[in-house]
């Protein structure tokens, strides 16, 4: 089948939102295990973008008119029809990210679940509530309400291509945004399919959501296509550029970036559990989670039997294509070179590294890494310093937790983290101190699946918020409105006032503040 031809076909499924005769260049995504071809897109250039954008904007005004019960019955119409089709989409993931089937699932799964939050609590976070007008106008009324924004851009990673999207879309979608999606140019299959999703769960407010493929330039051009708001997800990097494009017409951004997430051990930690869950924080994905723990501080108490349980558990894990594979190949093959790197450097300072026991010899695919712990790694090196991105674990002895919570929060980067402690106390004391947007007790990633909570980073991970109520009102400006009830007879706001006016204010004043000391 020529690249044309299967463009047609992806076209087809996405039922108009991504239009081929908007220009004449195309890419392809490929499966990152076998090199075939998912899908041929269309590659967007400006003027395509901004056509699409002005589609989305006349749809906007539709979409904000059907009020909170009419976008919530959408969005719930949309939750329905993913999770009928969800191992369709499961297994689109899996043939264009790489990651295992069921992992596609779980992915998927938490976006759906964020979808059904955010349509069933948009009315009580955003919609119109009077709040305590106060003293000093105590004659008035007074309204606060969030409004939409009009279009929302949206440009997405690969590595979660349903999941992280979905946290902005969905919110976007709910608060009553149109939303213009530009996925990874290696996931623009997904990205395709969540639109034609759209497209066919929502056929009367269809141009809602749209999808533009392409590059950089693509996104670029998204930013620079007077959208409302921009939220981006991907590197910081990448971040700073787009933030400077977006300066270029005051364009506001939310900046989701990554991460080079620590779990900190402490001496009472159930040792066993949180060796379990670094593993799968590190290595599941491939270690491609921007919210994946890349470092542990394990106090020197628990030090050896953490490090016996981890690269025991490590040992077993089998990268693959298969079902019964642990995790997947890179989805880029240049950040195979980046983990390598970082590997490299990591023993060449000292360090001792640990591999599983899976041969890279035995994979045709050199995309395939083996899982590998990095031992007492300086915490100058690349492996600590820089997101690394792959199947790997450094893991650090420290005196005690203080030591731990030092270490963990000197990174420049800070989105997630956890921390394992039996104490309840202890355990929420270090989460509160972790320099970070989010930290999981005694878990890991847990707070990515509680869709009240807001998910970003401080630092290089970024700034603004999805998922959650905070998620909610990033894609909406607050409207604040007065309304007189009744008049004074003295109005203090007005060149008619009495010359006593002012004086009688400053003695309330001293009445009602000045006792405060
Ligand atoms: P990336 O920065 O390379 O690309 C992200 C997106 O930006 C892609 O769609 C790309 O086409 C687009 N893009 C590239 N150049 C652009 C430009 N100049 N202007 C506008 N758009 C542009 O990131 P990636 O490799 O796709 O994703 C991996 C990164 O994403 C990691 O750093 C990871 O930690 C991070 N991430 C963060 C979160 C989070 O929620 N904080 C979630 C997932 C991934």
Redesign the pocket.
């Known amino acids: 089948m020529s690249l044309v031809d299967q463009m047609d076909t992806v076209t087809d499924a996405s039922a108009g939102t991504v239009d081929r005769h908007a220009t004449t260049d195309t890419f392809a995504s490929t499966n990152p295990a076998s090199g075939a071809v998912v899908g041929v897109f269309p590659l967007h250039d400006a003027e395509a973008v901004r056509q699409t954008v002005e589609r989305a904007r006349g749809a906007s005004e539709r979409w904000a008119a059907l009020g909170f019960d009419g976008r919530a019955k959408r969005l719930a119409a949309y939750r329905g029809y993913l999770a009928r089709r969800l191992n369709e989409l499961a297994d689109l993931v899996h043939r264009e990210n790489g990651k295992p089937h069921a992992d596609a699932i779980l992915e998927i799964s938490l976006a759906i679940d964020h979808v059904a939050w955010a349509g069933g609590h948009a009315r009580k976070t955003l919609g119109p509530r009077k709040v305590h007008a106060g003293m000093l106008a105590a004659n008035h009324a007074a309204y606060l309400e969030y409004q939409p924004l009009g279009v929302v851009g949206v ?6 291509p349903v999941f ?1 999207p979905m946290g902005s879309l969905a919110y976007a979608l709910a608060a009553g945004n149109a939303v213009v999606f ?5 996931t623009a299959a997904v990205g395709a399919w969540l639109a034609a999703a759209w497209r066919a769960a929502v056929p009367d407010a269809a141009d809602a959501f749209q999808v533009v493929t392409g ?2 330039e693509t ?2 051009a998204l ?1 620079r296509a007077g959208v409302g708001k921009l939220a ?7 971040g700073k ?2 933030m400077a ?1 977006c300066a270029e017409n005051l364009t506001p951004v939310l900046l ?4 080079k997430d620590a779990m900190i051990v402490d001496d009472d930690a159930d040792v066993a559990a949180a060796a379990d869950a670094a593993v799968w924080g590190a290595m599941s994905n491939g270690g491609q989670t ?1 919210i994946g723990i890349e470092r542990v501080y394990a106090t020197s108490a628990v030090y050896d039997q953490f490090v016996a349980e981890v690269t025991e558990q490590v040992r077993t894990l089998r990268p693959g294509s298969d079902g019964e594979a642990s995790y997947g190949p890179m989805t ?1 093959a240049s950040q195979v070179d980046v983990v390598q790197r970082h590997l490299e450097d990591a023993a060449g300072s000292g360090a001792r590294l640990v591999h599983g026991d899976a041969d890279p010899g035995l994979f045709r695919n050199q995309n395939y890494l083996v899982p590998t712990v990095v031992l007492d790694a300086p915490e100058t090196s690349a492996a600590v310093r820089e ?1 690394t ?1 792959g199947p790997t674990l450094t893991i650090t002895k420290v005196r005690d937790a203080e030591e731990a919570l030092e270490k963990a929060n000197a990174s420049a980067y800070g ?1 997630g983290g956890a921390v394992f402690s039996r104490s309840k106390a202890r355990g929420m004391d270090l989460a509160r101190r972790m320099r970070s947007g989010m930290t999981s007790v005694n878990s890991v990633l847990t707070f990515a699946s509680v869709p009240a909570l807001p ?1 970003g ?1 401080v630092g290089d ?2 700034f603004g918020r999805i998922h959650g109520e905070d998620g909610l009102k990033e894609f909406t400006r607050a409207k604040a409105i007065t309304r007189q009830r009744v008049a004074l007879p003295v109005n203090l706001m007005s060149f008619g006032r009495p010359p006593s006016a002012a004086d009688a204010l400053a003695r309330v004043m001293g009445m009602v503040h000045g006792r405060h000391r």
């Open positions: 440009i997405g990673p690969w590595n979660y992280t530009k996925p990874s140019e290696h590059y950089g996104g670029a930013c981006f997800t991907g590197s910081a990097a990448t550029k787009v494009t989701e970036l990554g991460g921007c880029m997101e991105f989105l998910f980073g991970s970024g």
